[in-house]
C-alpha cells in the first residue's frame, strides 16, 4: 500500500525521465536475453551463447551506471546549491552589524565574553532568549557570536560518551538558530526559506534517485545478500 501511494504522488519531471529510461534498458535487455534463451540456444555454441549473456549484462551495467551518476550527479549539485544559501545563517554574527552597531559591540563584547564563559548551558539559553526578545541586534550578535562554543562544546562532550545531545544542549541549539534567524532581514529571510525549499527538493529528488535505483537487478542482488532475501 505504502508504494502504491507514492506512486500516485506528483514527481519531478527529471525524475520521470530517469525511470522512463531505466525500464527501457530493463526492456531492452529482457528481450536479448529472451531471445538468447530461445534462439540463440540454436544458432550460437555454448561458449558464444555465455559470451553474448556476459555482453548484454554489461551493456546494462554501462547503460544503468552512467544515467544514475548523471542523476545523483545532479542531485548533489542542486543539494550544494540550497546549501551554499543556507549558509548566510552561519559565520560571524557581527556582520550582520551596521557600523554603529559594531562600534557598540566594539565595547561590549569583553563583557559578554565574560558573561557567558560563567554560565551553564541551560542559563545561557535563557540569556540568549533574553537578548533575542529585546531586539537589540548588537546584544543579540555578541551572545550569539560567544554562545556558540559552548555548544560545540556539549557536542564533543555528548559524541566521547557516545551519545546525543542532552536536554539542555538542545535548548540551546534551537535558541542559537533563532538567534541566527532574529538577525536576519526580511530579503534575506525570503531567500533562506527558497534556500530551505531547494533543500527539500533536493532531498526529495535525490531520495527519489535511489527509489529507482532499486530496480537495477545488481541492487536487487545486493539488498537480498545483506537482508537474507530470496
Known sequence: MIHSMIDTQPQDPEL???ENDVD??????????????????????????ERRR???ET???????ARFGEAEQKAQERLDAARRDLSLLEGDPLERLNPAELQRASYLAPFVRESVASLPVATLTTELERRRLS??????????RYAAPALEE???????????????????ADELGRSRVA?????TGKKLDAARSAEK???TFRAGVRRIRAKDPREQARIRQTYGVR
Open 59 to 65: 551493456a546494462l551495467a554501462d547503460r544503468l551506471d
Open 24 to 49: 527501457s534498458a530493463l526492456a531492452d535487455y529482457e528481450r536479448e536475453t529472451q531471445l538468447l534463451n530461445t534462439t540463440g540456444r540454436e544458432v550460437y555454441a555454448p561458449p558464444e551463447l
Open 183 to 187: 538577525l536576519i532581514d526580511e530579503a
Open 135 to 144: 531586539g537589540d541586534k548588537t546584544l543579540i550578535a555578541l551572545w550569539l
Open 16 to 18: 520521470s525521465a530517469l
Open 154 to 172: 556539549a557536542q564533543l562532550a555528548a559524541a566521547a560518551q557516545g551519545r546525543g545531545l542532552d536536554r539542555d544542549g538542545r535548548a540551546l
Open 201 to 203: 527538493g533536493a532531498l
Open 54 to 56: 556476459a555482453a548484454a
